[in-house]
């Protein structure tokens, strides 16, 4: 199947495969993309690091891939996970942790200054 990689990279959702909550939305370039599907575990783009990373690389907390679906007009993909801790940098399981409005409906499992500590952002 040809992927449709607009400006070089795809729009990426990730679902956890055994709740089906939406964890967070990242994009692959056509490299990214390879190395999920030959590692069994999620990479993905960095737009604003210009650079491929594992997800988990710093924090451990990484995404086994069990499935990677195409959407319709295969310029969107959706990664099936097993998360290892949370999705969120924030600490947070999700990255949609809050409605549009501000308001946390959800709590954060990590302290991202204790995971991140030598982190230089």
Not at 8 to 32: C, F, H, K, S, W
Not at 47 to 58: A, D, M, P, T
Not at 59 to 81: F, I, M, N, P, T
Request: glycine share 6%; with cysteine; charged share 30%.
């Amino acid at each position: 199947m040809k992927i449709d990689f607009k400006n070089g990279l795809i729009p990426v959702i990730v679902q956890d495969r055994r709740t089906r909550d939406v964890l967070m939305l990242a994009y692959a370039n056509a490299e990214a993309l390879e190395l999920t599907r030959t590692t069994g575990y999620a990479h993905y783009y960095s737009r604003s690091r210009q650079k491929i990373w594992k997800k988990g690389e710093e924090s451990g907390h990484v995404q086994r891939v069990y499935r990677v679906l195409v959407d319709c007009d295969a310029d969107a993909l959706l990664y099936e996970v097993e998360q290892t801790g949370a999705a969120c940098h924030t600490g947070h399981a999700s990255c949609f942790f809050r409605t549009i409005d501000g308001e946390e409906i959800a709590g954060r499992v990590f302290d991202p200054e204790k995971v991140y500590a030598n982190k230089d952002e």
